[in-house]
T-cell receptor, first 113, second 114 residues
Framework: QQQVKQSPQSLIVQKGGISIINCAYE??????FPWYQQFPGKGPALLIA?????SEKKEGRFTISFNKSAKQFSLHIMDSQPGDSATYFCAASMSGTASKLTFGTGTRLQVTL | DGGITQSPKYLFRKEGQNVTLSCEQN?????MYWYRQDPGQGLRLIYYSQIVNDFQKGDIAEGYSVSREKKESFPLTVTSAQKNPTAFYLCASTNPGTVRDTQYFGPGTRLTVL
């Protein structure tokens, strides 16, 4: 049973544009929502994370927007660069579950020149 | 230089063979995890361990086994009972309760069944 749905599956954005990736979750007990970035042949690396007590978190060009009532959260990449081309995964976890993460299916982002 | 190491990077297995994937961390993390990654399916949890000599099944544990004899090591054995083992395997670790749920991942092992 997939508990975190991610879209789109792939995304092509021009350099300088805004990349937006969306995730929706079902389990209201989730209380931690990280985003991971993965380059081909490498392990994922934590990009940015948010907890449901805030609606937005920004770190450099990366912003998470969180809508608790809609059970949705999204990643915005401002001024997208070719070096941002990677696969992005959203994830969710809940307290008391040994930090287990439930991942979305991933979005392959390509930033063109 | 702290981190997670996985070996080998590439592994080829004949049908009917068991193979063991290595995962070592020097981050002094208590919890360790094994994930399987297939195209279009994201990461799925195989097994996880919160302390030495203890581990729990994840969502897709069938055909796999693990051990946790040392804090820094969490090897994964892919047994012949795993019907479709070709995948990219990722090991991760974290210290629950600190920067909670920040799982650090290793570079992965790509397993191919011949």
């Amino acid at each position: 049973q997939q508990q975190v749905k991610q879209s789109p599956q792939s995304l092509i954005v021009q350099k300088g544009g805004i990349s937006i990736i969306n995730c929706a979750y079902e389990n209201t007990a989730f209380d931690y929502f990280p985003w991971y970035q993965q380059f081909p042949g490498k392990g994922p690396a934590l990009l940015i994370a948010i907890r449901p007590d805030v609606s937005e978190k920004k770190e450099g060009r990366f912003t998470i927007s969180f809508n608790k009532s809609a059970k949705q959260f999204s990643l915005h990449i401002m001024d997208s660069q070719p070096g941002d081309s990677a696969t992005y995964f959203c994830a969710a976890s809940m307290s008391g579950t040994a930090s287990k993460l439930t991942f979305g299916t991933g979005t392959r982002l390509q930033v063109t020149l | 230089d702290g981190g997670i190491t996985q070996s080998p990077k590439y592994l080829f297995r004949k049908e009917g063979q068991n193979v063991t994937l290595s995962c070592e961390q020097n981050l002094n993390h208590d919890a360790m995890y094994w994930y399987r990654q297939d195209p279009g399916q994201g990461l799925r949890l195989i097994y996880y361990s919160q302390i030495v000599n203890d581990f729990q099944k994840g969502d897709i544990a069938e055909g796999y086994s693990v051990s946790r004899e040392k804090k820094e090591s969490f090897p994964l054995t892919v047994t012949s009972a795993q019907k479709n083992p070709t995948a990219f395997y990722l090991c991760a670790s974290t210290n629950p309760g600190t920067v909670r749920d920040t799982q650090y991942f290793g570079p992965g092992t790509r397993l191919t069944v011949l």
